[in-house]
């Protein structure tokens, strides 16, 4: 487990870029099959250029930067905000800053912001996470 102590910037995650199949993949996997994200004529009906990710496999990505930092076991809350949609092509950097250590029912607790971004600094999902440290 990484140590997590207030303020330290954790090790981050970059993604390949998102694909086309990628999306496709998750439509299946997650129930999602709206149009938006894998058919390039609905996204041009309403008025963008191109197919976008879904949301929830950013929020995927940063649940995996998480369980990067703790096994799931020591996870004990995780949510993400979704700020900015996430073009087909582009590839997410996922990042974690401990922003404080409490002890929380006598259990020592780090919690953790996190951020997907992408190359141009755009910020796709914020984020949160609680984690239970030794």
């Given at each position: 487990m990484t140590v997590l102590d207030a303020g330290a910037e954790l090790p981050a995650l970059t993604v390949d870029p998102i694909s086309r199949t990628t999306l496709a993949?998750?439509?299946g996997a997650s129930g999602d099959h709206n149009p938006i994200h894998v058919d390039l004529?609905?996204?041009r009906s309403a008025g963008l250029d191109d197919v976008f990710a879904h949301g929830m496999l950013s929020m995927a990505y940063l649940g995996r930067l998480v369980c990067s930092?703790?096994?799931?076991?020591?996870?004990?809350?995780?949510?993400a905000r979704f700020v900015s949609i996430t073009p087909v092509h582009g590839r997410p950097t996922c990042s974690a800053t401990v922003r404080q250590v409490?002890?929380?029912?006598?259990?020592?607790?780090?919690?953790?912001?996190l951020v997907a971004a992408l190359a141009d600094g755009t910020i796709t999902l914020t984020?949160?996470?609680?984690?239970?440290?030794n």
């Open positions: 993949l998750f439509a004529d609905v996204a930092l703790a096994p799931p076991e020591r996870i004990r809350s995780f949510g409490d002890v929380v029912d006598g259990e020592r607790r780090a919690t953790v912001d984020g949160e996470a609680v984690i239970a440290v």
